[in-house]
């Protein structure tokens, strides 16, 4: 029951701490947006737990390692509370903690190395299923003449023999000045079947990209291609339960306008 009580609050309070998606690893990949996003029932304390992980884990983790010894669950959480400024991600961190007791939760703090997938798996708020599968069938971009400015899209199919476990899907288009725009996003585990994903940009500089502050992509006339990866765990990560599902490339030429 105790246990139980932990996953309803969980629910409530994160909901209010953590508006934002699945954060982004790169803050020049703001451009892409998904259409509608893989959803499984049932899921969502897992997908609650990685979006607080991804952002306060790396808050959670310079606490253990520069206060050293924390005796209890509301010390650690207390502490990440002020440094936040937020009483309720405290109250999210300690039902998190109690879940588990303070010594688990801190080892899997250091275990998942800034890995928020991989952090909520080893809370088991995550599934794990490592003998899933998925295979791009198609992906591709519209039109493959883009002008400068203008909207295009990208469509990825795909299908599931197994089904899926929890992971992300990774797009990045490789841009004539080097510049990287794309997006990563949480997949939830998915059941055996086939499944569509879309994207909708715009070939013109981000207005929100300050460039005295960052890079900006300016979208310059030339070949681009788009990349894309379906992953169990985090695309890329090196932890138990994480593998490339399958990867796939499009071109497509962007043009004065």
Excluded at 78 to 89: C, I, P, Q, T
Excluded at 194 to 209: E, F, I, L
């Amino acid at each position: 029951m105790k246990q139980a009580v932990h996953v309803v609050l969980l629910t409530i309070l994160i909901g209010n701490v953590v508006a934002t998606p699945f954060a982004l690893r790169n803050p020049l990949m703001q451009q892409i947006s998904f259409g509608k996003p893989l959803q499984a029932p049932k899921l969502d304390t897992c997908k609650l737990c990685i979006t607080f992980a991804d952002q306060f884990i790396n808050e959670l983790l310079n606490i253990i390692l520069n206060v050293g010894v924390v005796g209890s669950c509301g010390e650690l959480c207390n502490l990440l509370a002020e440094k936040v400024n937020s009483s309720l991600v405290g109250v999210v961190c300690e039902l998190l903690c109690a879940y588990v007791g303070i010594q688990v939760f801190i080892k899997i703090v250091e275990d998942a190395d800034l890995d928020p997938i991989y952090y909520c798996e080893l809370l088991k708020t995550c599934p794990i299923k490592d003998d899933g599968d998925a295979t791009i069938l198609s992906f591709d971009v519209t039109p493959k003449l883009v002008p400068r400015g203008s909207n295009f899209k990208i469509v990825m199919v795909f299908k599931t023999v197994k089904g899926t476990g929890t992971g992300e899907i990774d797009l990045v288009i490789l841009t004539q000045d080097g510049v990287p725009v794309g997006n990563n996003e949480l997949s939830e585990e998915l059941k055996p079947g086939q499944y569509q994903v879309s994207w909708d940009a715009q070939a013109k500089p981000d207005p929100r990209c300050d460039p005295t502050q960052q890079i900006c992509e300016m979208w310059l006339p030339g070949n681009y291609t788009a990349e894309v990866a379906i992953c169990n765990g985090e695309c890329g990560s090196k932890h138990p339960h994480s593998q490339v599902y399958d990867t796939a490339q499009a071109t497509f030429n962007v043009t004065q306008g």
